[in-house]
């Protein structure tokens, strides 16, 4: 009996030490539900395809760190540039505004404006994203649509949902460039 009480009282004194767990990644990205809350606040009512678009990249890029809201404005005729301004959010607290530009050259004519939700995935520092991200993207507005795509470089994942209006149609490649300060040279 005596030794099942010092076993007993063993325990009690090593619980505490198992108990402090170090916080997982899971505790430094946003969790489904509420990247779906915050997508439906700022693209507004009626935006039923955003779902599943989010839905996909979670099963497929898993718990974003960050995201980013923002608006951009794109044309094109073989060769073409997009322009876009947001604010980017971390879940362990940062923001900043950022700016990004991006040329591109394909088979691609028209033109379109767009609310742009970007989850981003892997940011380790808000400076991290100042730098160009190569970019392939398709799309056809005849009105309005959402696309989304995925850009990926130094380990850093970034998946732009864009719903926009406008008449454009095609496939190009380039790149976006992330900066703090606005400008209009796409390279």
């Known amino acids: 009996m005596k030794q099942v009480r010092s076993f ?3 325990l ?5 030490i198992f108990a402090v767990v170090p916080a997982s990644a899971e ?4 969790e489904e539900d509420t990247v779906m809350e915050e997508a439906a606040d700022f693209f507004g009512e009626g935006t039923e ?3 599943d ?4 990249l979670f099963k497929d890029l898993g718990r974003p760190n960050a995201y980013i809201k923002g608006e951009e404005a794109s044309g ?4 073409g540039t997009r322009y876009g301004n947001g604010t980017l959010i971390m879940k362990s607290g940062g923001t900043s505004t950022v700016h990004w530009t991006g040329p591109s050259i394909g088979f691609d004519a028209g033109g379109n404006v767009a609310k742009v939700f970007v989850l981003v995935y892997d940011l380790p520092s808000v400076d991290a994203l100042f730098q160009r991200f190569p970019a392939v993207d398709g799309s056809f507005y005849f009105v309005g649509g959402v696309s989304a795509n995925y850009h990926q470089y130094d380990g850093i994942n970034l998946a732009p949902i864009r719903l ?3 008449l454009r149609s095609g496939v190009n490649v380039g790149y976006m460039k992330y900066t703090r300060e ?3 040279n796409p390279f």
């Open 8 to 10: 007993t009282a063993l």
């Open 12 to 16: 009690f004194l090593w619980l505490p």
């Open 27 to 30: 505790d430094d990205t946003f």
């Open 49 to 51: 395809g955003i779902g």
């Open 53 to 56: 678009v989010i839905e996909k």
């Open 76 to 79: 094109a005729l073989g060769i």
């Open 164 to 166: 926009g209006a406008g």
């Open 182 to 184: 606005k400008t209009w």
